[in-house]
């Protein structure tokens, strides 16, 4: 692994803390706020719209101004947001809030091409591992995230968790910082000049709708369950701290495993892998269904966050093999776009569901999520494990 992808590993790792913050504490600031229970998950829910409308613009945007320059933009539009969420938190204004948030998943949407610009940075026999060391930043995050929420709770007096919003400035201006010293190839004259498949071509391969299932169950299942177990917990009689303790281990199960996932890739293949995901979310599932402890809540949410690291790490890279240099852009852009737009859904939906349908119904409702994407890999990705975009 060259300097870069070490780099790019620290700013996905200082990324990854500010989101471990912001699941910690933005739901609960949803339920101080909001004026009905159905509302309390708004904030969460624009943060993920924003990511979502970022999916495609990044794509493209770093294609014109390059990647760094990109990540810059990202990072900026991220400190505006957590200083407009400051203010609301000071006045107490729900949809100040709700929209500085909305810009925080703007800053996000283009922190989520970190893990491909690791893999243009480093040969193709490193790709897996490279994409597992940026996610490996996860771990860092998965202590300093939620200990940064419970120490800053009461920072600025009687803002309740205005700031955590000043440490997750912090953490942008930091990843600025790493930015700086970081080097990303621009694109290669066969970007510029390769002819390009329509994408309506990429996106109707098997391996890529593949990808594009595993990672979109992956992730929505992951951040249905994440975002409730606070909701959860505190309805259960648990304190915020107790549950920040099960985000952090949730966040450790997400992150640790990277550091051999792709070693594991290497040795067994993508498919087992994700299948191998597929069964730790089953486990999360069955776990939650026995009982509400804080060791239910615990177990189950280690589980989930092993889950998801197998599905989609996974998913990532096999969808890069489905595009040729030329169609890098628009092809990333269309896979998280899919991926994210599908996460935004279950962020909008997370605390309703919590609130009427209950926590035990939310799990017996991702339980069929689950078992579509184990088809999806039996019944088509088994048949096409080879890379199908030619070089």
């Not at 998965?142 to 440490?167: N, R, T």
């Given at each position: 692994m060259n300097l870069n992808v070490f780099l790019l590993s620290g700013c996905q790792a200082l990324l990854t803390t500010g989101n471990i913050l912001l699941v910690s504490v933005v739901a609960l600031i949803g339920q101080n706020l909001a004026a009905s229970p159905s509302m309390t998950t708004f904030p969460v829910a624009t943060q993920f719209i924003g990511l979502m409308l970022a999916t495609i613009p990044a794509s493209l945007i770093m294609r014109r101004i390059g990647r760094k320059n990109g990540f810059y933009l990202g990072n900026s539009i991220g400190i505006l947001g957590a200083a407009l969420c400051i203010l609301a938190l000071q006045g107490e204004q729900f949809y100040l809030f709700s929209f500085g948030t909305f810009l925080l998943g703007i800053g996000i949407g283009f922190g989520t091409l970190y893990r491909f610009a690791a893999v243009e940075v480093c040969d193709d026999q490193s790709k897996s591992k490279a994409i597992s060391l940026v996610m490996a930043g996860g771990v860092?995050?998965?202590?300093?995230?939620?200990?940064?929420?419970?120490?800053?709770?009461?920072?600025?007096?009687?803002?309740?968790?205005?700031?955590?919003?000043?440490?997750?400035?912090?953490?942008?201006?930091?990843?600025?910082?790493?930015?700086?010293f970081t080097h990303i190839p621009k694109e290669v004259a066969a970007e510029e000049t390769d002819k390009a498949r329509p994408l309506m071509t990429i996106v109707r391969q098997p391996t890529f709708i593949v990808a594009v299932v595993v990672a979109m169950v992956g992730y929505v299942v992951m951040n249905l369950l994440m975002t409730a177990t606070p909701l959860a917990m505190a309805r259960c009689g648990f304190t915020f701290a107790q549950a920040a303790h099960v985000i952090e281990w949730h966040v450790l199960g997400m992150f640790v495993p990277s550091f051999f996932t792709g070693s594991l890739i290497a040795r067994f293949g993508l498919n087992p892998v994700m299948y191998a995901g597929a069964v730790f979310m089953l486990a999360c599932i069955g776990i939650n269904l026995m009982g509400v402890s804080e060791w239910h809540f615990w177990t189950a949410l280690v589980c989930l966050g092993i889950g998801w690291n197998f599905m989609f790490i996974g998913a990532t890279q096999l969808v890069t093999t489905t595009y040729r240099p030329a169609e890098k852009a628009k092809s990333q852009a269309a896979n998280e776009f899919l991926v994210f737009s599908m996460v935004t859904v279950s962020a909008m939906s997370a605390g309703w569901m919590e609130a009427v349908l209950g926590w035990q119904a939310m799990n017996w409702i991702v339980l069929p999520l689950i078992l579509w994407a184990v088809a999806v890999i039996f019944y088509i990705g088994r048949s096409h494990s080879e890379p199908v975009a030619a070089t």
């Open positions: 860092v995050a998965a202590v300093i995230g939620p200990q940064l929420a419970i120490y800053s709770q009461d920072l600025l007096g009687e803002a309740e968790f205005a700031g955590a919003f000043v440490g997750l400035l912090g953490l942008y201006v930091i990843a600025l910082c790493l930015l700086f």
